[in-house]
C-alpha cells in the first residue's frame, strides 16, 4: 500500500522538474560567461544587488531590492533583462512532495518512506536476479522473453528496462531518509577569518578579482554580496565543488573551503531521485515509478495464479518402493507429477513424492521416478538445483531402477536439457539401472505424459489412467470446424477443415483435439490456408484412437476442437529468406505458410495492401521414399509454379543404400545457410524431436564454422524456431 502511494505520488513528481525546465528562462550560453562579466550585466542594470544564483535548471535568478522592496525574479545575464518571477511550486506538486516524503504522518511516514526505499531495493535486487536467472545468465539480461502469458511476459519484460531507474530511486530515497533522520549528517563549511589583517588597500574593481576573472558562470552555485560597506563584510561564492570568501575592496581571497564529500553526494542523491534539472532523467525516474504499480498487479497475478506445491506423503520416503522427485519452478510439473503419485498409490504402491533438491539416501527404494522441468538456458529449475550434487554425495545402498520425464518446450534452444543432466548424472552411479531413455514431454502436454505413465504403469504391472481435470491447465478458444477434403496416401492423410465460427487461426497455431473414446487430447500443428480453411496432416498409427478416428472422418462431418495458440512459430513478418525444415506429417503448418507467401506483384494487382509481401522460402523434407510425398506434390509443384516456394530439396530415408536424412542436406548446404541467418533471415523447424536434435547440432556446427558464432546467438534473436513433437 505505501509502496503504490509513493509511486503514484513519485511519478506525479516526476512531472514537476520536466514542467520548470520547459520554462523560457535559460539563457543560451550563459554559462560561458565570466562572473565578471555576469556582475557588470546585471550590477548595471539594478542598483541594490543582495545575491545571484543559479539552480539546477541553469536559471539565472537575482534577489535585489527595487523601490525599497525585496524581489526576486529570473534575468538574462548578459542584458540584465527581467524574465519573470520565481516558479512556485504548483499546490499538486506540494502536496504530493508532503505525502511523497512522510504520508502526512510526520516522523513515522518519514521513517515508513525509509522502510518502503528499503523494501523497494531488495525488490529490485532481487527482480534482477530472478531475470538474470530465468534468461540463463547476466549476459542473457536483454534476449528475447519467451511469452508464457501476459502477467509473465510483461513483467520480465517491463521490469528489465524499470528496474534499474527503480534501484536508483530506492538507494537515492534510503539515502534521503538517512539525511533526514541525521544518521548522515551534511556538513556546514564554517570558515576562518583573520579579521585583524583586513584591509581595504590596495583597492581593485570588482571586475577585476582573480576569481570573477576565471571562473565561468556554470560552476556558480550563488553569489552573496557584502551585507554593508565595511571591509568586514565581503562575497561569499558558493560554486560548484567549494566556497570562496572575497575581501569586498581588493578581492584577497579570506577563505575558502572544498564542499564536504557528503554535501556533494547529497546533491547527487537529490539529483538522481527528483530529476530536477534533467528532462530525460525526470521522464526515466516516472516511466520506473510508473511501472510499480503495473508491476505489483502483473506480480501479484503471477504470484496468485501459480500451482500449489505442497506435497502431502502417505508414507515415509524410507518406507517408499517407488521415490517420484519434482524438477520445477513454476509449479506444473508438481501437479503432473501427483497425479502421478496418486495413481500409483491407488494402485496400492508405497510412492513418495517430493523435491529433487531432497535426494537422500532412500532405504526401500526400487524405483526412482525423476519428472523436471528446465530453465534458463538448459538449466536446472530452482527445486532441483543442487541435485546432482546430492546424487554424488548420496549414495544408495541397494540397487535401484530409474527413469526420466523432461518437461521443457522446443521453442528453447537446449530442449529438456536438464533432464537429460539428470539422466547421465543418475546413469553414471554404480547402483542406479536406466529402464529408458529420456521421455520428453512439449509445452505441458498432458496427452504425452499420461501416455508416459500409462506405458510406464504397464511395464510395472499397474493401470495407470490419469486424470485431466487434477491438472491445472490454460483454457483453450474452443470451436466447430466441418470437414471439407480428406486426401490420403499411404498411412498419411491431409485433413481440410473449414471454422464455423471465425475463429482466428495462423499456421504454425495447433489444433486441440479430444477424441470421446479415450477423452485425452492430442495437438495438430495447423495450416492456415486462408478463408477460414486449414490443413493438419495426421499419421495413421495401426491402433491410434485419434488418428484413425480422424483418418474416417467423412466430408461436412463436424469436428469440435480447441485452437492453442503458438505465436512463437510464427513465419517471421520481416525476415527476407526463410528455410523451412521438416520431417514427415511436420509439413503441416508450413503448407500454410507457403500459401500466405503471396508475391508482391500479385498483391498489387488484388489491391491488397495488408498481405505479407514475399519472401524467398526454401524447404527441406524428410521422408521414406518419393511415394511419402505423393500428398504433398501437387501442392509444392503449384507452389513453386506460384513463385510462392523459391526451392524444394527432399531427402529420402528408404531410397537407396545411403540413407539420406535432412540433417545431411543442412550439412551439405551449410554456407547457404550461414548466409541466410546472417542476413537477418529466418530457420523453422517442425517434425521429430529426433530430427530437431540432428538438425539443431548440425545449425551448431555451422553457425561455429561460418558465423564464428553460437546457435544461441541466432536462437535469441528469433532466427531460430522449432515445433517438434
Ligand atoms: C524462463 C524460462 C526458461 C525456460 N528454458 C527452457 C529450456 O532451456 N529448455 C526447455 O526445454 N524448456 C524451457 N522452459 C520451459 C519450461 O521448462 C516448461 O514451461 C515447463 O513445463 C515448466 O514447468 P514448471 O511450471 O513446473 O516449472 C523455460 C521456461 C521459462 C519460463
Redesign the pocket.
Given at each position: 500500500m505505501f509502496l503504490l502511494a509513493v509511486s503514484i505520488t513519485g511519478t506525479i513528481l516526476a512531472v514537476e522538474p520536466i514542467s520548470n525546465k520547459l520554462h523560457p528562462y535559460s539563457v543560451k550560453d550563459a554559462g560561458d560567461l565570466t562572473l565578471s562579466q555576469t556582475l557588470i550585466n546585471l550590477n548595471s542594470s539594478y542598483d541594490e544587488i543582495l545575491s545571484i544564483s543559479k539552480d539546477r535548471n541553469e536559471f539565472v535568478s537575482v534577489s535585489a531590492i527595487i523601490d525599497g522592496q525585496t524581489q526576486q525574479f529570473y534575468v538574462d545575464p548578459f542584458t540584465g533583462e527581467a524574465l519573470g518571477p520565481l516558479i512556485e511550486k504548483a499546490p499538486i506538486f506540494q502536496f504530493s512532495t508532503n505525502f511523497h516524503r512522510s504520508l502526512f504522518l510526520k516522523s513515522t511516514g518519514r521513517f515508513l518512506i525509509g522502510l518502503v526505499s528499503f523494501l523497494l531495493l531488495l525488490i529490485a535486487v532481487s527482480g534482477i536476479v530472478l531475470i538474470a536467472k530465468?534468461?540463463?545468465g547476466i549476459k542473457h539480461f536483454f534476449s528475447p522473453?519467451?511469452r508464457?502469458n501476459y502477467s509473465?511476459f510483461n513483467h520480465v519484460v517491463y521490469s528489465r528496462f524499470t528496474l534499474i531507474p527503480i534501484l536508483i530511486l530506492s538507494l537515492s530515497g534510503i539515502y534521503l531518509s538517512l539525511l533526514r533522520f541525521n544518521i548522515i549528517p551534511e556538513k556546514q563549511l564554517v570558515h576562518q577569518i583573520d579579521y585583524d589583517s583586513l584591509s581595504e588597500e590596495p583597492r581593485l574593481a570588482y571586475e577585476d578579482f582573480e576569481l570573477f576573472k576565471n571562473t565561468p558562470l556554470s560552476e556558480l552555485k550563488e553569489i552573496e554580496y557584502p551585507f554593508s560597506e565595511f571591509v568586514e563584510d565581503y562575497y561569499l561564492i558558493r560554486l560548484k565543488d567549494r566556497e570562496v570568501l572575497l575581501n569586498q575592496y581588493t578581492g584577497e581571497v579570506l577563505a575558502q573551503d572544498k564542499n564536504p564529500m557528503v554535501n556533494t553526494i547529497s546533491s547527487w542523491a537529490t539529483v538522481l531521485h527528483t530529476g530536477e534539472g534533467s528532462i530525460i532523467w525526470s521522464v526515466i525516474l516516472g516511466l520506473g515509478s510508473l511501472a510499480i504499480p503495473f508491476l505489483m498487479v502483473t506480480g501479484f497475478i503471477i504470484y496468485f495464479k501459480r500451482?500449489k506445491s505442497s506435497v502431502k506423503n502417505k508414507y515415509k520416503n524410507s518406507e517408499s518402493e517407488y521415490i517420484i522427485l519434482?524438477?520445477?519452478?513454476?509449479?506444473?510439473?508438481?501437479q503432473y507429477a501427483q497425479e502421478f503419485h496418486k495413481n500409483l498409490l491407488k494402485a496400492g504402491k508405497r510412492s513418495f513424492l517430493g523435491q529433487m533438491n531432497h535426494y537422500n539416501s532412500f532405504e526401500k527404494m526400487k524405483h526412482l521416478v525423476i519428472i523436471t522441468?528446465?530453465?534458463?538456458?538448459?538449466?536446472a529449475?530452482i527445486s532441483a538445483n543442487n541435485f546432482i550434487k546430492l546424487l554424488r554425495s548420496h549414495p544408495q545402498k541397494q540397487s535401484f531402477s530409474f527413469s526420466v520425464v523432461?518437461?521443457?518446450?522446443?521453442?528453447?534452444?537446449?530442449?529438456?536439457?536438464?533432464a537429460y543432466q539428470a539422466h547421465n548424472a543418475l546413469r553414471d552411479l554404480e547402483t542406479a539401472e536406466s529402464t529408458e531413455e529420456v521421455f520428453t514431454?512439449n509445452?505441458?502436454s498432458f496427452e504425452a505424459f499420461s501416455n508416459w505413465a500409462f506405458s510406464w504403469g504397464s511395464k510395472q504391472g499397474v493401470n495407470l489412467q490419469l486424470d485431466k481435470s487434477a491438472i491445472n491447465l490454460p483454457k483453450k478458444q474452443s470451436t466447430d470446424f466441418v470437414v471439407v477434403d480428406r486426401l490420403t496416401k499411404q498411412d498419411t492423410f491431409l485433413l481440410t477443415l473449414k471454422n464455423t465460427n471465425g475463429i482466428e487461426t495462423a499456421s504454425g497455431d495447433l489444433l486441440s483435439i479430444t477424441p470421446k473414446e479415450d477423452g485425452r487430447e492430442r495437438l495438430y500443428s495447423i495450416g492456415d490456408l486462408g478463408g477460414g480453411t486449414l490443413a493438419i496432416s495426421v499419421k495413421r498409427h495401426p491402433n491410434g484412437v485419434c488418428s484413425n478416428w480422424l483418418g474416417d472422418l467423412n466430408q461436412g462431418e463436424v469436428l469440435s476442437c480447441g485452437v492453442v495458440k503458438n505465436p512463437h512459430f510464427r513465419l517471421p513478418k520481416k525476415a527476407k529468406e526463410t528455410v523451412l525444415i521438416a520431417t514427415g506429417t511436420g509439413i503441416g503448418p508450413f503448407l500454410g505458410m507457403i500459401h500466405s507467401n503471396t508475391p508482391k506483384n500479385a498483391l498489387i494487382k488484388k489491391g491488397n495492401q495488408n498481405s505479407k509481401p514475399k519472401q524467398k522460402l526454401r524447404l527441406y523434407w524428410g521422408g521414406r521414399n518419393p511415394e511419402s510425398l505423393e500428398l504433398y506434390e501437387s501442392f509444392i509443384d503449384k507452389a513453386i509454379k506460384d513463385k510462392k516456394l523459391d526451392r524444394f530439396t527432399p531427402a529420402y530415408s528408404r531410397l537407396d543404400s545411403e540413407k539420406v536424412y535432412v540433417q545431411h542436406l543442412i550439412k551439405k548446404d551449410g554456407q547457404e545457410i550461414a548466409q541466410t541467418l546472417k542476413s537477418g533471415g529466418c530457420v523453422m523447424i517442425c517434425g521429430s524431436i529426433a530430427m530437431q536434435r540432428e538438425v539443431t547440432k548440425e545449425l551448431q556446427g555451422i553457425c561455429n564454422c561460418y558465423l564464428k558464432k553460437d546457435l544461441s546467438h541466432f536462437q535469441n534473436r528469433k532466427q531460430i524456431k522449432m515445433d517438434c513433437y
Open positions: 530465468r534468461q540463463g522473453v519467451v508464457e509473465q500451482p519434482v524438477g520445477t519452478e513454476g509449479g506444473t510439473t508438481l522441468a528446465t530453465y534458463g538456458q538448459g538449466e529449475p523432461g518437461f521443457g518446450s522446443t521453442s528453447y534452444p537446449k530442449f529438456c536439457e536438464f514431454v509445452d505441458k
